[in-house]
């Protein structure tokens, strides 16, 4: 009696074993087949376009980054966990704690800048000493032409921006760097990464990212735009990129808006035949935000953001879903991103009603997904650009050429809406893309395959909106 029962027993207990077992190994697999159609889907679909860009004009940041571990870097400082609080710049080792604590907690990338010198070279000094760090080519713009030369060998790249002695040993020799872009001394930014599940305190990380400071007179004063605008009439350019913008974020009112009316007069000095694209990142000031969209926006073709960014956006300028900014963690909702860009197209971009805008552009971002916003008439080859941008986020992120099911893992919900109003959809796998009109504007949605253990966070932005412009194809609207 007492044997069969333990026998009973140990037949159930097999049972949920099994059970268990089998339940890990079925959803493993269709987990990995999933992954598995959208790579098949993407490499079968993605075409360059008829005709691309063969001459890119890149600036205006550039910089040396230090990377290390943020958490061992503030014990290193001997920093303890404390309070979280976003400050807009940072004075003191107090508010980089609080400051990187508040986006630790979040798990948003965000960069801040530094006011005393002093206090930054501390810092970054014992960054130096940190077993491990490295050194990177640092700065959108200068990611952007380092990205597109790699990835695009065959096409002229002209440079312009502050390249200090170790940076200018660093940049692929295939880009051109005028004379006047040099500087005696390297820039220096840190950047603080953080791995999903590290711990600081009570918080632990929900994805891997970083929060980057600087203090760097070159770039927050973007003292190469006035060159960068002179060397490209040299360089005719078929294709401008542009970011930098951002680290103005802590000068003045005035300074701040004389840099903006410099910017707009040498973007008017580019034909309208050659695209203008502006890469955002991140800003905390929500007047200057406003400032970049209604003067800048109408002034360039293209823009690149990302889900901080452009939440932002609607919140400084009284777009829809701006309370976003404030209430929501973790995931953009695709229809809410949509609805966005729909607003930021419609508001600031070209259109009969407004035939002086350049704006026919947007090149949403995030962890997970991309969205990529046009004019149909000025832009063609969207499906592929936007896929060739969601596939480039995975091989960089992982550092690999090719990507693999098993290393990558599909995060978006199986069931959205597109935008507002709009019927739910489902998720296909083997069709992993949505194209929609809307207000005049098409829309092309690419989930992201997120690399499972990242190798290197910074500058995955910039490689997504280079490649998105190379498989772009760009016709100037003829009115
Ligand atoms: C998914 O996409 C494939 C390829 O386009 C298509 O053949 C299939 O019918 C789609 N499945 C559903 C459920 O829509």
């Given amino acids: 009696m007492i044997k069969s029962v333990s026998c009973g027993a140990l037949v159930i207990i097999i049972a949920v074993f099994y059970y268990r077992w089998q339940s890990t190994v079925t959803t493993t697999a269709n987990l990995t087949l999933i992954e598995k159609n959208v790579i098949f889907a993407w490499d079968k679909h993605i075409k360059f376009p008829s005709s691309s860009f063969q001459r890119l ?27 979280q609080k976003n400050h807009d710049i940072i004075d003191n080792l107090e508010e980089l704690q609080e400051t990187f604590s508040y986006f630790f907690d979040k798990g948003s990338a965000a960069e801040r800048i530094f006011s005393e010198p002093s206090i930054y ?4 000094n014992a960054a130096k000493t940190l077993p491990g760090v490295e050194y990177y080519i640092g700065g959108n713009a ?51 990464e953080y791995k999903v599940g590290q711990s600081w305190g009570d918080s632990t990380a929900p994805v891997a990212t970083r929060f980057i400071t600087s203090y760097d007179e070159s770039n927050s004063k973007v003292t190469m735009l006035e060159r960068y605008f002179e060397d490209l009439k040299d360089f005719q350019p078929d294709l401008a990129l542009i970011s930098g913008l951002h680290l103005l974020d802590g000068e003045t009112q005035e300074f701040f808006t004389k840099r903006i009316d410099s910017f707009i007069s040498g973007l008017r000095s580019i034909p309208r035949t050659v695209p203008v694209h502006l890469e955002l990142a991140s800003m905390a000031n929500k007047e200057f935000v406003k400032n970049i969209l209604n003067k800048v926006l109408p002034e360039i073709t293209s823009l690149g953001l990302n889900e901080q960014e452009l939440v932002f956006s609607a919140y400084a300028a009284g777009g829809p879903h701006g309370e976003d900014y404030e209430n929501h963690n973790g995931q953009p909702i695709i229809h809410r ?9 419609t508001t600031y971009g070209y259109s009969k009603n407004n035939p002086n805008s350049r704006l026919t552009r947007i090149h949403f971002h995030s962890l997970t997904y991309h969205i990529a916003g046009v004019h149909p008439d000025v832009w063609g080859n969207v499906e592929s650009a936007t896929m060739a941008g969601a596939r480039v986020a995975g091989l960089q992120a992982c550092d690999v050429t090719q990507l693999d099911p098993n290393i990558i893992d599909l995060h978006i919900p199986l069931k959205y809406n597109l935008f507002s109003g709009d019927i739910e959809r489902s998720f296909n796998s083997s069709h992993p893309l949505h194209r929609w009109k809307l207000n005049g504007h098409e829309f092309v949605f690419s989930p992201v395959l997120v690399c499972k253990k990242p190798l290197k966070t910074v500058g995955l932005g910039d490689a997504i909106s280079a490649t998105g412009l190379m498989y772009s194809k760009f016709t100037f609207p003829v009115s």
């Fill in 121 to 124: 070279k501390q810092i970054t």
């Fill in 142 to 192: 200068a990611l952007m032409a380092t990205k597109a030369s790699v990835l695009f060998p065959d096409v002229e790249i002209q440079f312009v921006g502050p390249i200090g002695p170790k940076l200018a040993q660093m940049m692929p020799k295939s880009i051109n760097i005028p004379k006047n872009s040099h500087i005696s001394e390297d820039e220096l930014h840190l950047i603080m």
């Fill in 337 to 345: 991103v949509a609805d966005i860009m729909s607003w930021l197209l």
């Fill in 57 to 83: 004009s890149v600036g205006v940041n550039s910089n040396l980054d230090i990377i290390v571990d943020g958490v061992k870097l503030l014990k290193k400082l001997g920093i303890s966990p404390g309070k």
